[in-house]
């Protein structure tokens, strides 16, 4: 629409319609003067209404990097939206949506991952991350083409990794035809890199082939996002960074929501080797408590209810189930500042 009806657009136009009928103005060159004006200021009414839309900044806008459109905070996901065994979705930069949780695949291999993608199926999982460095596409389309759901339903993510942007035509080609699934919902490149626009530019002619739908980057923060944006043309939908209670990159989280970018987290539990202790956190444990929940649960719910997409790597049914269980509850923004408060910048990968 080009113009949204303002408040001062139904009042100038109720004034008309009293002066109209009420005053009955008998001259019909006054009549038309006064229509006039009143057009005019109806005309100007609704052109300051058009000035008032929100910078949506395309890729070939800079990046936004100012406080005003600052929209942090669980109203970026319609939470209430989910359930247990279906979480709810989000409308990404180029029209299409993706589940809020899915499924990390990393260090998954063989029947394994095959056995896991399949169980968190029948859990309700529809979206899964994969990437051409985990070695494992050719596993994750398998399950997914056995599964018995509809191509469709499902949200696959892989990643190409910096050695291949030299040639990321062909790697692009061989990625489709490892996950052998038709298409592929987003692509990432998984690091910046030399040649990292190149490859992006591959990636690009790709969504124009019909071959991916969704753009976008992992690992770049608020830097290097602000260098790439101007240097590309469809927007990456989404950055996918470290993010767990112990990293919180509370700035990049903020950044990429002004900028209209999903983020989501890798190792949301820390990863492996980490996880033991981020799972015995003093401060998580009693807000699992009161919930009656289990840590895994509060950090996830933590994560959703700041605007950040997970995908907790799991091979364990229970977990997975626990997993995508994070709907039927709500942190308050007490339990929300308690958690926020243990942030220490403590990276767990050099990435
Ligand atoms: N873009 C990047 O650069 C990048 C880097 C790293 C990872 N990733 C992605 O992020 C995903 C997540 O990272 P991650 O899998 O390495 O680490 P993670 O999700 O932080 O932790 C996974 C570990 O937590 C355990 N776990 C999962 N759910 C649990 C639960 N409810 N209770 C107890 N333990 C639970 C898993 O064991 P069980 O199998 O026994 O459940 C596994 O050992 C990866 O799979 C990958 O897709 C991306």
Not at 223 to 230: D, G, S, V
Request: net charge negative.
């Amino acid at each position: 629409m080009l113009f949204e009806l303002h408040s001062n657009c139904v009042v100038g136009l109720l004034l008309y319609l009293c002066i109209v009928t009420k005053i009955k103005l008998a001259k019909i060159m006054k009549r038309k003067l006064l229509f006039l004006t009143i057009l005019c200021c109806l005309t100007f009414s609704a052109n300051a209404c058009g000035t008032e839309v929100t910078r949506q900044p395309t890729a070939e806008n800079e990046a936004v990097t100012d406080n005003d459109t600052v929209a942090s905070g669980s109203g970026l996901f319609h939470l209430t939206q989910g359930e247990n065994g279906k979480p709810p979705v989000i409308t990404l930069s180029s029209g299409y949506t993706m589940p809020v949780l899915g499924l990390g695949t990393y260090s998954l291999h063989g029947d394994e991952c095959i056995n896991a993608i399949l169980s968190a199926i029948k859990l309700g999982y529809r979206k899964f991350d994969t990437a051409t460095f985990y070695g494992n596409e050719e596993e994750v389309g398998e399950a997914i083409r056995r599964s018995g759901v509809p191509r469709e339903e499902f949200f696959i993510c892989t990643k190409l990794y910096p050695n291949e942007f030299a040639h990321a035509e062909e790697a692009i080609e061989a990625s489709l035809a490892r996950l052998n699934i038709g298409y592929v919902d987003l692509m990432l490149l998984h690091h910046p890199g030399r040649n990292d626009v190149e490859a992006y530019k591959a990636m690009e002619r790709a969504v124009a082939a019909g071959k991916i739908r969704s753009l976008g980057v992992s690992n770049y923060y608020i830097e290097e996002m602000t260098e790439f944006l101007p240097k590309v043309s469809i927007k990456p939908v989404m950055t996918q960074n470290e993010i767990h209670p112990y990293y919180q990159e509370k700035e990049v989280r903020e950044f990429m929501h002004r900028n209209g970018i999903v983020i989501e987290g890798w190792y949301p539990f820390g990863g492996r080797g980490y996880t033991k202790a981020m799972f015995s956190n003093e401060t998580i444990k009693e807000i699992a408590k009161a919930h009656g929940k289990s840590t895994a649960q509060v950090i996830l719910r933590w994560d959703l209810q700041h605007g950040v997409a997970v995908i907790p790597g799991s091979s364990n049914p229970d977990h997975q189930k626990e997993n995508i269980s994070v709907f039927d509850f709500e942190l308050t923004p007490e339990e929300m500042a308690r958690i926020d408060a243990l942030d220490r910048n403590e990276k767990h990968d050099w990435y």
